[in-house]
């Protein structure tokens, strides 16, 4: 009879919400069971394994598992603490898009001012394929500020409410190195920038010589303060005369999100200088491709203003800082010179051959099903 009078409460609590409440419980007990688990195979690797193995079988999982959000985010919070560089990494192909889009804007440059043009032209739109619906296609760039060094236009992200911006802009005054190791030193942006909190690198990748930043920075009252995880890479192009750094927003499990602070997840920077004869003579063009999500509950139009006004204010700021080390001989990191040489061919597989001789010596089958 006890048993009976049991199950007959059970289900009457479970009309009113018992059962919702019970499989909660039960899909949190699995998903525990699940995470400790994982927490005790990353326990056991970590102390078979040097770090440099863990980051080799991680890139191999985070492969196999792209395209598997779930199964991929459970893998990642199972190796917290390591930085997956094979997946974040800029690549090559990054850099050179950003060379590009500055080689056509300069054509098209040449092409209005030979037909009597006076004025910078705007860029064209972007090129989409054939079998590409009309919504995804990129939308054209509108002309925000018009002046004789300083050229801003901006263009809708499509699907977001938000703009992609692009500065095409003149400086007569400081040579293409000064400028672009005045935007690199993080050290000296610190005294510049009032703005900045905090600025680190965090991690530095030896094969590319790209680097993660953690960058926090003052908005506007009444907005909190914002910060961004980011990683960089810079590049000097000796043969077509170029200097390009490209940023982008990242996840690093050694930056957990603050409550102090906002955590911009989407960020995006293309910088490309073209000196006017070297990289160590006075004069050079640049071109800025900009995007952000400040994470704002303003409308898109007072977004749209306070960037169309802020982006100046910044690379003003700028220039005078490179201006004072300047004229100060204010010591700046050479970053040119400190950049480290690529890899010849030869090194490259002499590395990859110790590679694959350490793997070997921890065991590769055992790390290519685990």
């Keep these: 009879m006890f048993p009976r009078r049991l199950l007959a409460a059970w289900l009457a609590g479970a009309r009113g919400g018992g059962l919702l409440a019970l499989l909660a419980n039960q899909c949190r007990f699995v998903t525990g069971l699940r995470v400790r688990r994982a927490q005790q195979i990353a326990q056991l690797y970590g102390r078979l394994y040097s770090e440099r193995s863990r980051r080799v079988l991680l890139g191999r999982l ?25 997946e974040e990494r800029i690549q090559e192909e990054e850099l050179q898009r950003s060379i590009n889009e500055m080689k056509r804007l300069e054509e098209m440059s040449n092409m209005f001012q030979s037909s009597g043009v ?30 004789k060094h300083f050229k801003l236009w901006r263009r809708p992200i499509t699907g977001t409410h938000l703009y992609q911006y692009r500065v095409f802009g003149t400086y007569t005054d400081v040579t293409p190195r000064q400028f672009f190791n005045v935007q690199l030193d993080t050290e000296y942006r610190k005294k510049w920038d009032a703005l900045v909190i905090k600025l680190e690198v965090i ?36 043969e077509n005369n170029m200097m390009v750094l490209v940023s982008r927003a990242v996840e690093h499990p050694s930056v957990p999100e603050s409550p102090e602070f906002v955590r911009v997840r989407s960020y995006e920077s293309q910088m490309v200088i073209r000196p006017h004869k070297s990289f160590d003579e006075n004069g050079f063009d640049y071109l800025l491709t900009y995007s952000d999500n400040p994470q704002t509950v303003f409308p898109r139009y007072c977004v749209s203003w306070m960037v169309s006004s802020g982006m100046p204010d910044f690379l003003e700021k700028l220039h005078m800082a490179t201006l004072k080390a300047k004229n100060m001989e204010i010591k700046v990191k050479d970053y040119i010179s400190a950049k480290p040489l690529e890899m010849s061919s030869e090194a490259k597989a002499t590395s990859q051959s110790s590679e694959r001789k350490n793997e070997g010596s921890c065991g590769p089958a055992q790390i290519e099903y685990a």
């Design 62 to 86: 985070w492969r196999r598992l792209h395209g598997r959000p779930g199964h991929a985010s459970a893998l990642m919070a199972a190796f917290a603490g390591v930085f997956v560089w094979d």
């Design 118 to 147: 006076q004025h910078h032209p705007p860029e064209p739109k972007a090129q989409t394929e054939g079998n590409e619906d009309s919504e995804g296609k990129e939308q054209p760039w509108e002309m925000v500020m018009d002046k």
């Design 203 to 238: 991690e530095r990748d030896v094969v590319s010589g790209s680097e993660v930043l953690h960058w926090v920075t003052h908005f506007p009252y009444p907005m909190y303060s914002r910060d961004y995880v980011y990683v960089r890479r810079y590049s000097v192009d000796q």
